[in-house]
Every structure is written in C-alpha cells, then in structure tokens.
C-alpha cells in the first residue's frame, strides 16, 4: 500500500563523471517504501567530482540526506571527507564507494561515521540494495527521534500545567504553617518545622523537573556569549558559603586565571549550583570542597572535589538517571530531588562534553563536566533532537 512520498537528497562524489551519471539515472527511478512507518521515499540526486564542491554546496546552504563517497579523490579523499563532516558536525548518512578499501580504511572510515560499503564495480540492483538499507535506517532513526521529541514536549506541556497548578495550594499551605508558628508551643512548632522543610523540597522538586524538561524539550531560551566560568564558579562558592560555614567546611577555587568558553551564563550557573549544592549536602563536618577550572585546547573542565560520605562503584553507575538518590543511613536526612545531577548531564551533552564521577566510599567524590564551545556545536538543537542522524558505529 503506497504512504505518503518523502524525497531524500543524495550527494555523491566520485570523479568518474560517467558513474555519476549512471547513479543519478538509477536513483531517479527508485522508489523504497519504508514498511515500518508507511512512507515511500524517492530519491534527488546531485554529483560532485571533487570534495571541494561539495563543500562549496554546502557553505551555500545546500542540504543532504544521504551521501555516496568514493575513497579516492582529486585533492581531499574520503577519509579527509568524513573528518571535515564531523568537524562542521554534520549529519550525512554515507555510503562509500570504492575499489581499494583496506581493512584498516574501513575500520577508520567506520569510525569516522561510514554507515556501509559499495565495492566497485557494482551492479545497479548493489546500488539499489545500499540504498534502500541507508533509506530505511535513516526514515526509521529520524522517525523514533520525531517520536522522542513529541514525548518531551508532552512531558514539558504536563510539568508546566503541574507546576502551576501546585504553586499556589504550596503558597498556601506555608502561609498558614507561618502564621501557626509564632503561636505554637515547642514541639508543636518543631513539628511545623519540618513540615516546612519538606515544603521547600516539594517546591525545588518542582523547579528542577521544569529544568530538566526545559532542557530536553528544548522550550528553555538559550542566550550565547563569552563567559568567564571563574567568575560565576566566584559567585556560586558565594551563595553557599553560609550553608557551608555551619558545618566548618571550606572552599578552595583552583582557577589560576580566566577560564573562558562560548555558552548560555545560566546554564553554567545550573551546572556548578548543582555540583557545588551536592558537594556541600554530601560533605562531612570540617569538610573541603575544591573547583577546579582548566580550559584544555577546545575543551572546558569543571572538576568539583569533595571530602564526603563518596560512593561505591555500583552507586556510582546509575548516579545520573532521572529520580536517583543514593539511601542509605548517611543519607536519609539529606533533601533533594534526585533531579540535579540529570540535568548537569543532560547540559554537557549538549556543548557536546560529558558528564562523570569518581568516588571511593568513606574517601570523597570528584565530579567532572568537560564543555566545548557553544559555537562548535549545534546551538539550537535539544538533547536528542530528531533534526539528526547518528551514524553506525
């Protein structure tokens, strides 16, 4: 049964100018149908003979959903193709196209994003075959990824409607706890107390789920500018200075001079709020805290080390998922929503870094986030985007 007609661009560079125009007559006429969404897929096919006027079609604001590439070509080869795509961090599924491929220059070609192999000569049905497999990993990815998308905005659209419609029974609920305070005898007004502190937990609960589907769902405005981490890692040992001195625990910020990055000043506050929050929450009494900034050629490095309660291995493994929080009896008096660290992660990714701990029990922990500049990463894409393909590694 014939589904709606999606048509994909294909780019393929080869010097071999009767080639080209032999795949562009083939392509043409194919047709695919993608039996697991229902669409069928034909093709618009544009040949280069250099890499370098690919390129040039690119920089011009030409897209394209599918590249065949030869190994071997005038000036930049295949290889040098591959790297410069991930480079400019495009998302080109590519086939190449070859009659000398090693296998060391598979395995590199795979690693630099090759998603299949056409040997030359091939026969139009070869053709035909790695085409259709490309098609219908690509209509498939960017389909689940579409699928993706739709479920973060639901759960954005669910937790903003959520969170308004709590604030204010929250509101008042305090309030009227404020009010019986003052008046209460002792132990009536311990028992308060504490009811307001799990108050301010239900509250912060609520404002780090509307981060974190912020983030995903992409509805968080992102404003870029150069930002000196040191600077807001200043402002962050501030703010938690008070909480800190209660229990004589002590900052150290190891930043010999200006750590600079190209990023969103929110979003790092996010960050080192959450790491240096934890740092304290999680430290013991008379206690240290360390931040670390390096900036490491095109990578930024936040490290904050503690001196508290730290982890073992298996606590340390599921550390960053939704809703986690480590129990145990050193921890059961320690509010937190089991969001914060999520988030940290969920931010890395996208200035295309990482997140990670190393802990030992009884010893510490040291987190680690690795930023690149916002510049050389997609901007304006969120964690998960369905906008891209990733390539088969």
Known sequence: MAGPLQILRVAMVDDEVPLGRAVRRILTKFRVHVEDVGVDVGYSCFTFTTAEELFQSLSEGAEYDLLLLDLKLPGMNGLDVLNELRRQNRSLLTIMITAYATFETAVEATKLGAYDFLPKPFSPEELRYSVRKATNHLVITREARRLAEEQRQVRFNFISVLSHELKAPLNA??????????????????????????LDGMRKLIFDLLDLTRIESGQKARQFSEVDVRTIAQRTIELFTPEAAERNISFTLDAPEPVKIIADPGELEIILNNLVSNAVKYNRENGSVTVVLRRNEDMVTIQVKDTGIGLTPEEAAKLFREFVRIRNEE?????????????????????????????????????TVALRDASEVDQTKPVGSANSVAPQS
Not at 173 to 198: A, F, N, S, T, V
Not at 339 to 363: C, D, H, P
Request: hydrophobic share 35%.
């Open 173 to 198: 609920i305090e309030g009227y706890l404020k009010i019986l305070q003052p008046e209460e005898p002792p132990e009536r007004r311990q028992l308060i107390d504490r009811c307001l502190i799990r």
């Open 331 to 367: 921890t059961l008096h320690i509010m937190g929503s089991g969001l914060g660290l999520s988030t940290v992660r969920k931010l890395a990714q996208l200035y295309g870094g990482e997140a990670s701990v190393e802990s030992k029990k009884g010893v510490g922990s040291t987190f």
